[in-house]
């Protein structure tokens, strides 16, 4: 039971415009959402994250922002640039708890 | 310093043998967490280690699968007979606390292919 939804497999972009990924969650029990980022033969590392106190959270060119109503969070960055091609997985959990719920992954391919 | 370690990285095995996958966390951390990443997936929690408490167990998939954490650094994870469906990438993962918002760091991950 997929818990926290990425439905965009991989998204390709231009170098210097904006990349925006999404993820859908359904657990209304979550309330502190992360992206990570990883690079082929490399764990995951983290880039930023929300708490659900908030509905933006802006740290350099990344901006995540959050739609609690509508169970749904993005990541904006901008502007694109060619080491930020990685695969980028949203997760998802309790503040108070320990588990992170991971969606499948967006591969972001940034062309020159 | 040192981030999470873990070996092998690529592990082939036929299926029904058993295999150790080994994860060495950042010194310092009290929590340990595997994960499995199969093919087109997410991470899937397997299990997680605090200090001394009894591990958190919940998203072992079988009783083929366990994981120890011997005096509060080193983890194996150990899956026994060994079956198609368990190929995928093993992670590990430490924190410094175990809450979301302490930053778990991860390793590169072992690929276990079972033939």
């Known amino acids: 039971d997929q818990q926290v939804k990425q439905n965009s497999p991989s998204l390709s972009v231009q170098e210097g415009r904006i990349s925006i990924l999404n993820c859908d969650y359904t657990n209304s029990m979550f309330d502190y959402f992360l992206w990570y980022k990883k690079y082929p033969a490399e764990g995951p590392t983290f880039l930023i994250s929300i708490s659900s106190i908030k509905d933006k959270n802006e740290d350099g060119r990344f901006t995540v922002f959050l739609n609690k109503s509508a169970k749904h969070l993005s990541l904006h960055i901008v502007p694109s640039q060619p080491g930020d091609s990685a695969v980028y997985f949203c997760?998802?959990?309790?503040?108070?708890?320990?588990?992170?719920?991971f969606g499948a992954g967006t591969t972001v391919t940034v062309r020159a | 310093g040192a981030g999470v370690s873990q070996s092998p990285s690529n592990k082939v095995t036929e299926k029904g043998k058993d295999v150790e996958l080994r994860c060495d966390p950042i010194?310092?951390?009290?929590?340990l967490y595997w994960y499995r990443q199969s093919l087109g997936q997410g991470l899937e929690f397997l299990i997680y280690?605090?200090?001394?408490?009894?591990?958190?167990k919940s998203g072992l998939p079988s009783d083929r699968f366990s994981a120890e954490r011997t005096g509060g650094s080193v983890s194996t994870l150990t899956i026994q007979r060994t079956q198609q469906e368990d190929s995928a990438v093993y992670l590990c993962?430490?924190?410094?606390?175990?809450?979301?918002?302490?930053?778990?760091?991860f390793g590169p991950g072992t690929r276990l292919t079972v033939t």
């Open positions: 997760a998802a959990s309790g503040v108070n708890d320990y588990k992170l719920s």
């Open positions: 993962a430490s924190s410094l606390e175990a809450l979301a918002s302490y930053e778990q760091y």
């Open positions: 280690f605090q200090g001394n408490s009894a591990p958190d």
């Open positions: 010194s310092g951390h009290t929590a």
